[in-house]
């Protein structure tokens, strides 16, 4: 939602287009020294912040940092930064102190949090603290007096906003604004939910439930599209602090253990809606490839599973297996997940919460039986886990990672040199090294992959497809 | 009558104390990380840490609750954790929903509900006894969201007549301010009516049978009058004290009503927060339902003294 709400207030820098490269946005004219050490950057001309004040580098310099203290691939480009300076008003300039190809990309990331443009006024709060004022230059103002914290949200047109000349692709591209307000409503309830939208009570619903399509594909009215084409990726974090999976073989088990498809149908039911992915990089996107992956195309292979867990030394202790109760996906794949571990042969305890209580819990390194635990289920946007260093959790950098706390030093070499190379090619040759390594070690598993499709009424049209968020800008309502 | 008044209001006071302490131990020794959820997934546990430092969470609990305590005692009741908005200002912009929800359901409710006890007592026995109670049966068996989803679905979908979600406010017109509310009372008030009747048929069978009403009948009174005016009066304090206590099934009633119905009032907020495990909303919820519903049944026992002179002297 935070996401949803930026890109409605608030501009980027660039922003990634539609085949996944980054254009410039709020800048204009852009280009590195030689030595691709020295980025000079120059805003538009007509940016505008939402109290009529220009858009300059005082305030951009301070966004920058802001959004680098929080956004795990900032952090990365932070290590390699020398100094982010304002050249006068309007230019800018990033030294690096080590060449880094990724530059642009990591700032066009529609990853959260985003490298959202505020005043700085708004941009020198403490990034952990919540900012006391929404004024953007995006395409929408927020209209503050008419919104409900919790409840609705309105964002009425920017009428001085000067959007970009080229057509929208992505979250790049002219952001032309075609209708005067969007109120986002939050509706708890999907059955009430789909029937406002059938009643015509509201235009748009982001999740319609997939159990529901039947009843609302026969409404002539009504129009579905798949608005991130990437969609969604179940990933499960194993413990490799805790016994059995701090042991690579027993980690290795639960790759032949565990088939996907099982594990996302009783929610999602029809395969057009999601399917299986070997790849340690989200299927569909560039770095998506085959190496390492027998485990998968052979199938779930029970008797192969038994094998290395006893290899591994499994000496049948309980797995803690965390179950998020209130989300109705999390839920469904682990109780699928935990029969699929019995078969087996694995002990399984199978502790439902709410997704509150998992992230509380999943922090603690404490042995499984003394409040720690041994597999929680979780889930990204399909572009988090499309390279190996925008989300923290595709790092295996131990305790001082994520939970789970993987360790592998020529995981660590390889998205070091991944980052570093300067050719797509090169990138994808370095993915494949990767994956080979990661099915080798296993950081983690996933459990497939979906797209949600949204509903919105028939009259409502010009959607642009990107991943994360949904954009309201070139949707006009006839 | 003042004094009383005092002292009763007085004594609320332990009475809101206890519950100020068992809400906030049940809160914060359950599981769940408010840090953690504003944070989101892609947040290292460092950032976690300072967030969670940030909101207090770091200290120990008996410090939490002594702040906490410290500024409710001020009237404060704290800022959301994760909309930074104070609580009151967040209760505020939810309460005209809630209290209007509150208000149409209680005064159908109580309306249909005498009405029909009523009518019940005076048919005894009869198939219209037997209609009524079962109605009031299945009123208080059904869950409220079955009773919402088919209202929405009979009234909204295929019938078109009123709205299936939202809430106008009573400053856009009583009438848009009706129409969404009239399918939100009806599913809330069901269980109510339910109570109300029951307990007003019964009631009124007692009265029915002292010997004054027989008094009355043998004098030729006409059933009407010897219903609302002579039995219906007698009945009345058993009635109230029912529906003082309804008003805790109302409560529970309206936070499930306002998220079938998506009415942005009081109980959305605190399902939302106890999802988000946003304290100071959950607890500052807490203390003013709670304070409400002490102080209803404050005024259902003031309401007996002009109900029963009796009482009175």
Known sequence: MSAYHGAMVYDTLFGIDGEEAPQPQMVGKYGASDDKLTWTFELRDGLRWHDGTAVTTADVVPSLKRWAARNGAAQLMMQRVQAIE????????????????????????????????????????????????????????????ETKAGSQYVYDKNATYVPRGEPPSGIAGGKVVKVDRVIYQNMPDSQTAVAALQAGEI????????????????????????????????????????????????????????KQEDMLRPTFVDPKWFHGCGSFFTCGSPMENDANMAWYTGGQNLAKARELMKEGGYDGRPIVLLQATNIPYMSNAATVLAQQLRSAGFTVQLEPMDWSNVVQRRTSKAPPDKGGWNIFITSGGGSSYSNPYIDIGMAANGEKGWYGWPTNELHEQLREKWI?????????????????????????????????????????????????????WNVQKG | MIGTIVRRLLSMLPVMGVVAVCVFLLLHL??????????????????????????????????????????????????????????????????????????????????????????????????????????????????????????IFVFAINLKWLPVQGYTPISEGVAPWLRNLVLPSIA????????????????????????????????????????????????????????????????????ITETVFNIPGVGRLVVDAIARRDYPIIQGVIMVFSGVYVLVNLLVDLSYTFLDPRIRD
């Open chain 1, 420 to 472: 570093n190379a300067e050719t797509l090619a090169e990138r994808k040759a370095i993915a494949r090294q990767i994956q080979d390594n990661a099915w080798n070690f296993v950081p983690h598993l996933y459990y497939g992959q979906w797209t949600q499709p949204v509903a919105h009424r028939k009259n409502v049209t010009g959607w642009v497809h990107v991943p994360e968020i949904i954009p309201f």
């Open chain 1, 203 to 258: 235009d748009f619903y982001e999740i319609p439930p997939i159990d529901l399509m039947a009843q609302l594909q026969s409404d002539p009215n009504l129009v579905f599209e798949v608005l991130s084409e990437l969609g969604t990726v179940g990933m499960m974090r194993v413990n490799h602090l805790q016994p059995p999976f701090d042991n690579q073989k027993v980690r290795q088990a639960l790759l032949y253990t565990v």
């Open chain 2, 30 to 151: 359950a599981p769940g990380d408010p840090a953690a959820i504003i944070a989101g997934e892609n947040v290292s546990p460092e950032n976690i840490a300072r967030i969670r430092a940030q909101l207090g969470l770091d200290q120990p609990v008996w410090r939490q609750f002594l702040v906490w305590v410290g500024s409710l005692l001020t009237g404060d009741l704290g800022q959301s954790m994760f909309w930074g908005d104070s609580v009151t200002s967040l209760i505020g912009q939810r309460a005209e929903p809630t209290i209007s929800l509150a208000f149409t359901t209680v005064m159908v409710a109580v309306f249909l509900a005498i009405g029909l006890g009523v009518l019940a007592a005076a048919c005894a026995g009869t198939l219209v006894d037997r209609l009524v109670m079962g109605f009031a049966v299945m009123g208080f068996s059904v869950p409220v969201f079955v009773v919402g989803y088919l209202l």
């Open chain 1, 86 to 145: 304002a050249k006068d008003d309007k230019t800018f300039t990033i030294v690096l102190k080590e060449r880094f190809g990724l530059l642009l990309d990591t700032l066009a990331s529609s990853d959260t949090p985003t490298c959202f443009m505020m005043r700085k006024r708004e941009a020198e709060t403490d990034p952990m603290q919540k900012i006391d004022q929404v004024v953007g230059s995006g395409p929408f103002t927020f209209n503050v007096a």
């Open chain 2, 188 to 255: 809330l008030g069901m269980a109510y009516v339910a109570l109300i009747a029951r307990i007003t048929r019964t009631t009124m069978l007692d009265v029915l049978a002292e010997d004054y009403m027989r008094t009355a009948k043998a004098k030729g009174v006409a059933m009407r009058p010897m219903l609302f005016r002579h039995a219906l009066k007698n009945a009345a304090v058993p009635i109230a004290t029912v529906v003082g206590n309804g008003v805790a099934l109302l409560i529970g009633g309206v936070v």
